[in-house]
């Protein structure tokens, strides 16, 4: 690996050795994102100056408002006009962070990708182990027949998008305020993060619910965050760098792994990943198919509180579990009730398999890279 030679950047330089050590040491590593992962792909962040909360919406209504259950359902028109202005990104592509991630999966080393971001990107670079906290714009259905559509059909409808079978309203397959995340994906989050050795937290300034509070379920202070700017958590991380995602981990993670260990933990991982996708998937019809209770008392439930500090987008109606991970599952038992049959199986492929053809060609680009 390159070290660089820059007189000023000592301490940076013993930053990024010592992230290598504590990589090189762990064998379960939990990796939480938030938004400044994806901005390097020049999708924007929610929070910062330049961030979507933070600049025009382009309607009378602020953004914070707008990517809201209720405004949804009341406002469908003025929501996907926002929306598709500026939540989808469909010619985003991975970044160096998203691909750091891909190696340290495939070394055997990532164990969970707990990601905020709704962008798709984890898993478009090959990444298998990712729990979507939030959701995701490539998955849509329809709030009556539970009809599933993918972002193009999305993109390509004029103003709201209506499903091409029984004409109801199709919404994104994402958490929005005053909705509940899926409980199953917390569980599985929470679960990984009391099993790592190491937890890495990166773009994100730590203020959105349920994601701030997973560190408390570590058992050990093997913490390293990676932000542009500081966040609550930084005295207590074993390690803090404030700089870009991307560029931290692309020279911590390493690109060369033996040929064996690399196969071997690969075909583990993904076996094990598989698994976690199904279970995903199930959850999220399941979500979708609680979608059309959603605007019902539940919502109401979520703490204004809670629902501001948690990101904008997010996923389906179905359960309310919101806020803080424990009393979330409570709340969020019930209302997976209705489920149509048919969103079920069209949910589960699309993005493991997208990336799984692209894996063996970027790994091999990559040991190129790393020859030379
Ligand atoms: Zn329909």
Known sequence: METRIDRFG????????????????????????????????????????????????????????????????EHPEDFYDFYKRKLIYPDA??????????????????????????????????????????????????????????IEYIASQEGVPHCDKCGGIVRPDIVLYEENLEH??????????????????AGTSLTVYPAATFAQFLKHDRIVIINKSSTYMDLKALLTIHDNVGEVLDKCVPKRVSRQTSSKTSAKTSSKSTAKTATTKKTTTKASSAKADSKSASKKETSKKETSTKEPAKKAPAKKAAAKPAAAKKATAKKAAAKPAAAKKATAKKPAQASASKKSASSKAKKDESKS
């Open 10 to 73: 000592s301490v940076r330089e013993d930053k990024l050795n010592q992230l290598k050590e504590l990589i090189a040491e762990s064998k379960y590593i939990v990796f939480l994102g938030g938004a400044g992962v994806s901005t390097e792909s020049g999708i924007p962040d929610f929070r910062s100056g330049a961030g979507i909360y933070n600049t025009e919406s382009g309607t009378k209504y602020r953004p914070i408002d707008i990517i809201a259950h209720d405004f949804f359902m």
């Open 93 to 150: 592509r991975p970044n160096k962070a998203h691909k750091a991630l891909v190696r340290l999966e495939r070394q055997g080393k990532l164990k969970a990708i707990i990601t905020q971001n709704i962008d798709n990107l984890h898993q478009e670079a090959g990444s298998k182990c990712v729990i979507e906290l939030h959701g995701s714009v490539y998955r849509n259905y329809c709030m009556d027949c539970g009809k599933k559509f993918n």
């Open 184 to 201: 199953e994906n917390v569980d599985n989050a929470i679960k990984a993060v009391k099993k790592c050795d190491l937890m890495i937290i």
